[in-house]
């Protein structure tokens, strides 16, 4: 019974250090297949605060300056911004600041104020 136990323990650890070496070559693949990858894309879904349509396009619009943006899209109801970059070349910070200089919080940035207040009254949303 002993030798059973002993025998099942040194397997079980045998499968863990191997699962364990198997994992650090993936990390090790995967990092050096994005050093050959010369687009690294992130996706983030970021609260946005807005109101209507008009919110959506000056979101929207924020996000041209961006440089490694991919795509970019609001969603009115959900106030949701998705968010498709090149993470080597920007970030989710990057982001959210170009949202937040625009007007609109965001759930990392706070608008400036005068930003805010120069939004359009219909898109002057109850701010957090």
Known sequence: ??????????LTLG?????GVQEQNNELHD??????????KGHVMLKVWGNCGMCKKTIEEAL????GLIKGEWDVK??????EF???K????????AVAASGYD????????DAYNNLHTCCQYDRK
Do not use: P, R, W
Request: some cysteine.
């Open 1 to 10: 019974m002993k030798t059973i136990k002993l025998f099942t323990t040194i």
């Open 15 to 19: 499968l863990l250090i191997s699962c």
């Open 31 to 40: 990092h050096t297949t994005h050093q050959h990858n010369s687009e690294d």
């Open 64 to 67: 041209a300056g961006v440089n």
């Open 78 to 83: 959900k106030k949701v911004l998705h968010v």
């Open 86 to 88: 090149n993470s080597a």
């Open 90 to 97: 920007t970030s989710v910070e990057m982001i959210s600041k």
């Open 106 to 113: 965001t759930e990392y940035h706070t608008a400036d104020n």
